[in-house]
């Protein structure tokens, strides 16, 4: 009888500690590429414009700003800004939402947010993702005119959804 129960307490406490070990093996990414924060990142750049703006010519984008964060332990909210030097027909871009999978970024989900005879483009989301990974958002800006098109791309660091 001494030995069923020993048997038993083993075979407990190993199942146990395998569950913790599974339970510890979700694949990161690279130090780099994590948030200091563990529920939020964000990343935000102001362009100087070297040329005099005026209400003609190709527009300029002036500031980007990309951010994610955790939601709950299954949804993120995502949010961009664009902003261009003069108001453009057509400001906005992509959203990109990443996730760290076999060792390398791949594409979960993607959206485009857009505003139109205007200077600014924003938008914000909530996404519904699965638990037990790192996610992070690329945006590529966009401001358009009959003059051109300028683009700037962001990309912030991830954050663990679990």
């Known amino acids: 009888m001494k030995k069923i129960v020993v048997i038993l307490l083993t075979l407990i406490l190993t199942m146990t500690n395998l569950g913790t070990v599974l339970a510890d093996s979700i694949s990161a ?23 005099e703006t005026g209400i003609r010519g190709k527009p300029t984008i002036t500031l ?6 955790k939601s709950s332990s299954t949804s993120i909210t995502i949010s961009a800004i664009t902003e261009s030097d003069i108001t453009s027909l057509k ?6 939402v990443q996730r760290w999978i076999n060792n390398s970024w ?3 989900q993607t959206t485009a947010f857009w505003a139109y005879n205007t ?14 990974y790192y996610y992070r958002l690329v945006v590529t800006h966009v401001a ?14 991830s954050v663990l959804v679990n």
């Open 91 to 96: 400001i906005g871009g992509h959203m990109g």
């Open 119 to 132: 200077y600014r483009a924003t938008s914000t989301k909530t996404i519904t993702v699965p638990s037990g």
């Open 106 to 108: 791949s594409t979960y």
């Open 29 to 51: 990414p690279p130090a780099s590429q994590i948030s200091n924060n563990p529920n939020y990142a964000s990343v935000e750049r102001k362009y100087s414009v070297l040329s």
């Open 64 to 69: 980007t700003r990309a951010s994610i964060g």
């Open 144 to 157: 358009s005119n009959s003059d051109g098109t300028s683009s700037k791309t962001s990309t912030t660091t």
